[in-house]
């Protein structure tokens, strides 16, 4: 029997695809903001997040709002998605000497992840 303690995952299925989205933008400003800057990589990362993602987080959000009407089976396949996005967080958060390489993953991975979800349902017609 596997044992699972409690995962800090909001709920998801009662939710649109864009509210999902925008708890999991503010839960990954707040991971961005929470690393220390006086690591370059960090400073990195967020000069990343200050063009590139930009661009990326609006195109995901306009993709998202447009699956909030979508049919049963896409929405599910995002809340799937956000799931498993907020898994590997509660993972990243819980690694104990790893803890902030496993953060900076996590944040670059999870918006890499959507994309790709999002291009995968564009593909498919359900």
Known sequence: MVKVENLKIPSFYNRKPSEAFYIFREKLFEV??????????????????????????????????????????????????????????????????EREIELRLWTTASIDFLLDVINVLEEKEW
């Open 32 to 97: 961005i903001n929470e690393l220390p800057m006086d690591k370059a990589s960090n400073r990195a990362l967020k000069e990343i997040f200050r063009k590139e993602g930009k661009k990326k987080l609006k195109y995901l959000e306009k993709k998202l709002l447009e699956l909030d009407s979508s049919s049963l089976m896409k929405r599910k396949v995002i809340y799937s998605s956000f799931y498993r996005i907020f898994q590997r967080l509660n993972w990243a958060e819980n690694s104990e000497s």
